[in-house]
């Protein structure tokens, strides 16, 4: 994993950029998936966090995206919509699956703060 990927929610990754921030799904999570389709928020999406904004669909039920902050969506990987398998080979790269600009920029400080204290 990078070093400038914070986990969140024990199964996603963000990497944060000044006010946007990349959402991707971890190894952790990766492991959980065998055949799989992806649902992701459209461009422009107002997201909250605690609201399922996407979510990658197995035969064993759903795992849920969720975004760490308010904002909206500024890019969807369209290319692990049309080829899940992405994630799996390459989840921290290639495999990433939206970005979100975020309303509040003091609202990233205080999430970085909180989710190294975390770890």
């Known amino acids: ?57 197995t035969e064993q039920g759903s795992i849920n995206l969720y975004t760490p902050l308010d904002g909206h969506i500024v890019e969807v990987n369209e290319a692990v919509i049309e080829d899940p398998q992405l994630i799996k080979e390459d989840c921290y790269n290639d495999g990433w699956l939206y970005k979100m600009e975020v309303d509040n920029v003091e609202d990233i400080r205080n999430l970085e703060d909180e989710l190294e204290t975390d770890d």
């Open 1 to 57: 994993m990078n070093e400038d990927l914070i986990t969140y929610m024990d199964y996603l990754w963000l990497q944060i950029n000044e006010d946007v921030i990349t959402v991707g799904i971890n190894e952790t999570g990766v492991d959980e998936l065998d055949d799989f389709t992806v649902e992701l928020p459209d461009d422009g999406a107002i997201v909250v966090p605690g609201e399922v904004c996407g979510e990658l669909v």
